[in-house]
């Protein structure tokens, strides 16, 4: 019984990190995998490394969609510089409006 058991929910685990898969690539979702996580109760834990990996790879995900992220994906675009010349241009719009009558 407690092989039965241990081996059931290693096959959840197997389909909690195929099912973590095919929604981030937007994958058609399979029958099979849902209904073995429900055999096991539905709350699947994860052992840590495969945890730890899924948490990385949404960390990248994460990092990749910023615009910072994408930014550094343009190449021979130095980041340095693009924040000190936007610094530059917000100070002089600063000057700019503390001159202005109107205000």
Known sequence: MERDAQFAQRKAERATVRSH???KYR?????TDDNQIQLVGG???????LAKMIEQDNEEEEEKNSVIGQLSNIQNLDLDSLKDKA????EDLKQSAEKCSVM
């Open 27 to 31: 994958l058609p979702k399979n029958e």
């Open 87 to 90: 610094s530059a241009t917000l």
């Open 43 to 49: 709350d699947v834990e994860l052992p840590k490394e």
């Open 21 to 23: 898969f095919r929604d």
